[in-house]
């Protein structure tokens, strides 16, 4: 433009007054025409201001609200981030304090006399061969040492490992208990701390101040494993709990229900008083018969082997049939794949006492399996087995019928 000013040329403003906008714009006035000027940047700063009131000192503990349970402080504040300190949660002292981090409400534990005292992360390293000077320094010095046990013989304090920040997510140790002695004239003394750390774990250290007054000493640190309350079954417990492994705990319940033994139902109870020995097919169908199927019978024995499980057969024509087996062989091997179940089964009939031998032996080849079922012992209606001398056989006025006499000498 033929009538620009250049950059150079801009004349510079010599007061504020008459600048009225940024760019610098000087209006025209009675003397002046409207004109661009530099604007110096000192023009930007103002005035000194009156000093204005000292404000109050900060506070590191601040409760912005009270609830009687921690639903109703939820209910009443779902989202806390607005939340300027804590929110006391409890009908009665010492309350509970919770603060909102990570879009939760978290407890922070309880506070007494509202006093906090915290302690420096580094006393977590200090250990039995710590010397007197690390551990004075670690505490900021003998005698901050000594003003803290006399603080915490003398008060109830909240006591925390770390530094404590709500700005910003920080680490922070939270001491489940402690102890303290210290002596009338400030000379010795100890302190006990249970802390509570991440890994689940309670670790106990032990500090003292000797007679002397000068000197310190560390106690070895002990930890303790901490478990959760859903992994542990307490006297009192009402919840179902199944074990899942070998040395889990089991409860009567669960034992009362195992009831000592599985059930093998058979289709018709004829089955298991007819004596067989049967081959290759006909073997399995005997075996599908009684058991269900060819697996069934190999689960049943492998479950003996590894659990000496009991069986009882139980059959669908009888509702008050229960049959245990005992003198149970079971057999399996796996690299030709037998499985071998021998058991001895006893019941009573209209009859008589039956007692019977049963053996199954599945192969991979249907021509290698067989089934039997045969009598241990039959009788004739014998009743009675009598002993008896020589002399008191010999003088027995006639012989009972269905009676075995056995003649000692």
Known sequence: MANSIGVNEVPNADKADDVTSLPAFK?????????VVNYPLEFLKGEQGEPGIQGEPGKSFKVAGEYATLEALKSAVPDGSAVDGFMAVGTEAPYDYYAWVNGEWVSQGKIAGGNVIVLPREILDLTGSSSSEEIFATFGGIDKYKDLLEKLSANNYLVQI????????????????????????KQSGALSLNIYNEDRQLRRLHFYLEDNGTTARCGEASTFQLVKDSDVLTKTNTSPFTPTGDYQPATKKYADNINYGKVINVSVGTYLVTNKNEKDREAIDLINTI??????LKEIIQDIIANHTKYYFHSYNSKDNC?????IYSFHNPETEEYNLQCNISYYTNNGPVSKRMGFKLMPNDEDCAASIEDILTSDNLAFITQMTSSEYESLPDKKANTIYVIIN
């Open 291 to 296: 058991f269900g199927s060819v697996d069934n």
């Open 162 to 185: 770390g530094e404590p920040s709500l700005g910003s997510l920080r680490h922070i140790y939270t001491l489940v208990e402690y102890s303290v002695k210290f002596a009338s004239n």
């Open 323 to 327: 049959i245990e087996l005992s003198s």
């Open 27 to 35: 209006p025209s006035g009675s003397n002046s025409k409207a004109s």
